[in-house]
């Protein structure tokens, strides 16, 4: 378990190196980080800044070049591929923009496929509630093909929180939806914040999902150049965030 003060997740001057040679592409340049508890995170910058590859690196399902990432106060560059598979599977929940839903399987089934992976035999009741819990208790049965796009990444969101992780990772979860979808996810995010001390981090390059946030770090060039504090409540708070990142781009 975390320690009531320890961060839920924490880099130190993590630099990540992708390819060798003269195809080496330096996407982390030295990223020093620590992600509160309880707290959620909006990770911005341009196309090819970094942002995937620190989310990445941060929720362990890739290895910085130097420099270390602690998840719930393990330093995972210490633990071998299974541990570390391990780890991942009781702490860490992860959506990606283009859903990753297994097409031939029900809604409910796909919710429970983690924690299958893990060895564990989900209770129905259990997934019937992650299922109610993002407003899709009707449709189990369902496979991915007959639900849309928002209710796919609901179903997505679902998966990722049947293992109760302590952190959310999710990379552009909003980059395939309508606004209207969106917002249902961006608030079932928040939701699971507010509601259950979870913590996510959220790649988007859109300040609307942004404003729904509690602090937004600005990535160039693999480092962070900017951060900051989204105001609760403020009704103007996608347009703070998008004239910062406009500062940024000039
Ligand atoms: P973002 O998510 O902000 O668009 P990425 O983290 O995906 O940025 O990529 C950062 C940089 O690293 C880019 O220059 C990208 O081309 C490069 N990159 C990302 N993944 C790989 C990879 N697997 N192999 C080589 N280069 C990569
Ligand atoms: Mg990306």
Redesign the pocket.
Known sequence: MIRQKEPAVRLDEVRKV??AND?A?T?LDGITMEFARGTFTAIM??????????LHCAAGLDRPTSGTVTIAGTDIGELNENARTQLRRRHVGFVFQAFNLVGSLTAAQNVELPARFAGRRVPAREVAAALEAVGLEDRALHRPAELSGGQQQRVALARALITRPDVLFA?EPTGALDSRSSKDVLALMRNLVDDHEQTALM?THDPHAASYADAAIF?DD?RIVDSMEVERGRPDNSAVIAARMAGLES
């Open positions: 992708h390819g195809r592409v996407a910058g341009p196309s090819g800044s970094g942002k995937s590859t620190l990379d790649v990535l693999g």
